[in-house]
């Protein structure tokens, strides 16, 4: 696993720890995993496209 | 008239196989020295599209991955859903560090950057082929405009647009 820092809102803190201390999840990493998934899923269009306009970027002008 | 063949070995996922060849425009992949193709996307390739991996002008390379059941990789391909060509994409992008990963998918191109590959995907290969004299810039703009006629690559309409116009405000077409 790599390991990435972040700087999470007090709030978003608490509510990741509730999470783990109710059972829901095994601990913090797990909740970040899955909101990270989630987040992923649900936002894909516009990755897509963001991913789509760096695509046309390279094709226009890139090295290689 | 193309450029001169390029030495780099690229990795590719299924998808950029899968709309080149829909698109009748495989053979940009035939730009590149290498073209390396893990087990489970060749798999994938063969189920829909018979003899894109047959072409003449490509040196497809079937690549056979093992041991990604614990690492990086893993961790990852659990966190963003990745499916089993995906990962074998990755891992073996992550073992040729110098070549360039093809991938439309935005999952496995988020996880790429996070580890570093450089990533592109089909439409960044269709316009490359102009300034790579393999397609005219006409012919890249019809290609581009029959997408949604004869590709499984969904882009929104007001992107494609988009990327149509660019194309045109570049080369002046």
Same mark, same amino acid.
Not at chain 1, 9 to 35: H, I, M, T
Not at chain 2, 40 to 62: D, M, P, S, Y
């Given at each position: 696993?790599?390991?990435?820092?972040?700087?999470?809102?007090?709030?978003?803190?608490?509510?990741?720890?509730?999470?783990?201390?109710?059972?829901?999840?095994?601990?913090?990493?797990?909740?970040?995993? *899955?909101?990270?998934? @989630? +987040? =992923?899923?649900?936002?894909?269009? *516009?990755?897509?496209? @963001? +991913? =789509?306009?760096?695509?046309?970027?390279?094709?226009?002008?890139?090295?290689? | 008239?193309?450029?001169?063949?390029?030495?780099?070995?690229?990795?590719?996922?299924?998808?950029?196989?899968?709309?080149?060849?829909?698109?009748?425009?495989?053979?940009?992949?035939?730009?590149?020295?290498?073209?390396?193709?893990?087990?489970?996307?060749?798999?994938?390739?063969?189920?829909?599209?018979?003899?894109?991996?047959?072409?003449?002008?490509?040196?497809?390379?079937?690549?056979?991955?093992?041991?990604?059941?614990?690492?990086?990789?893993?961790?990852?391909?659990?966190?963003?859903?990745?499916?089993?060509?995906?990962?074998?994409?990755?891992?073996?992008?992550?073992?040729?560090?110098?070549?360039?990963?093809?991938?439309?998918?935005?999952?496995?191109?988020?996880?790429?950057?996070?580890?570093?590959?450089?990533?592109?995907?089909?439409?960044?290969?269709?316009?490359?082929?102009?300034?790579?004299?393999?397609?005219?810039?006409?012919?890249?703009?019809?290609?581009?405009?029959?997408?949604?006629?004869?590709?499984?690559?969904?882009?929104?309409?007001?992107?494609?647009?988009?990327?149509?116009?660019?194309?045109?405000?570049?080369?002046?077409?």
């Amino acid at each position: 696993m790599q390991t990435i820092e972040i700087e999470l809102p007090d709030q978003l803190y608490k509510g990741v720890n509730n999470l783990v201390k109710s059972g829901w999840f095994r601990d913090q990493n797990e909740v970040l995993c *899955e909101a990270v998934r @989630k +987040f =992923i899923e649900s936002h894909r269009p *516009e990755l897509i496209e @963001k +991913f =789509i306009l760096e695509d046309v970027e390279w094709g226009l002008h890139g090295g290689e | 008239m193309a450029g001169n063949r390029l030495k780099r070995k690229v990795v590719c996922d299924a998808g950029p196989i899968i709309h080149l060849d829909e698109l009748q425009v495989l053979h940009l992949l035939s730009d590149f020295g290498h073209v390396l193709v893990p087990a489970q996307v060749w798999l994938e390739v063969k189920k829909h599209r018979a003899n894109a991996l047959n072409h003449t002008g490509i040196k497809f390379e079937k690549v056979i991955v093992e041991n990604i059941s614990s690492g990086v990789l893993s961790g990852l391909s659990k966190a963003f859903g990745l499916d089993a060509g995906e990962i074998e994409a990755l891992s073996v992008a992550q073992r040729n560090r110098d070549c360039n990963l093809f991938t439309d998918d935005a999952a496995a191109r988020l996880v790429a950057s996070q580890m570093g590959f450089e990533v592109h995907g089909t439409i960044g290969l269709i316009v490359r082929a102009i300034r790579r004299k393999q397609l005219s810039a006409e012919e890249v703009v019809d290609i581009l405009a029959s997408v949604p006629q004869k590709s499984t690559l969904y882009i929104k309409p007001a992107l494609l647009n988009r990327i149509v116009e660019d194309v045109k405000n570049e080369y002046r077409v």
